[in-house]
């Protein structure tokens, strides 16, 4: 059985710092695109970022450029986020996903995606 299970997740302040892990099991994801999204009270789920199976190529939400760094160690079959400079509208419960169709592009739609974590949440106060 696949499972996605994110940590890392909690309430800082704006101007903090906060590091996302997706620890996968069941199955290897090396070679697969995986990915961060984030879905706020009330609003649709959104694309945050995302790598692909070799780690070579990324890909960010231009809310997430500059502040939010994705990563992998396919050794360990996880995947990171690491988010500085947090900001109150950074609030939402993250989730990642892994995708198990190779492709050549990395996907910024959860259609893209056929894994998913059950999400944990990131809430910044101002």
């Known amino acids: 059985q696949v499972q996605l299970v994110e940590s890392g997740g909690g309430l800082v302040q704006a101007g903090d710092s906060l590091r996302l892990s997706c620890a996968a099991s069941g199955r290897t994801f090396s070679g697969y695109a995986m990915g961060w999204f984030r879905q706020a009270p009330g609003k649709e789920r959104e694309f945050v970022a995302a790598i692909s199976g070799s780690g070579g190529r990324t890909a960010s939400a231009d809310s997430a450029k500059g502040r939010f760094t994705i990563s992998r160690d396919n050794a360990k079959n996880t995947m990171y986020l690491q988010m500085n400079s947090l900001k109150p509208e950074d609030t939402a419960v993250y989730y990642c996903?892994?995708?198990?169709?190779?492709?050549?592009?990395?996907?910024?739609?959860?259609?893209?995606?056929?894994?998913w974590g059950q999400g944990t949440q990131v809430t910044v106060s101002s």
């Open positions: 996903a892994a995708t198990g169709r190779y492709s050549v592009t990395i996907s910024r739609t959860p259609r893209g995606y056929d894994f």
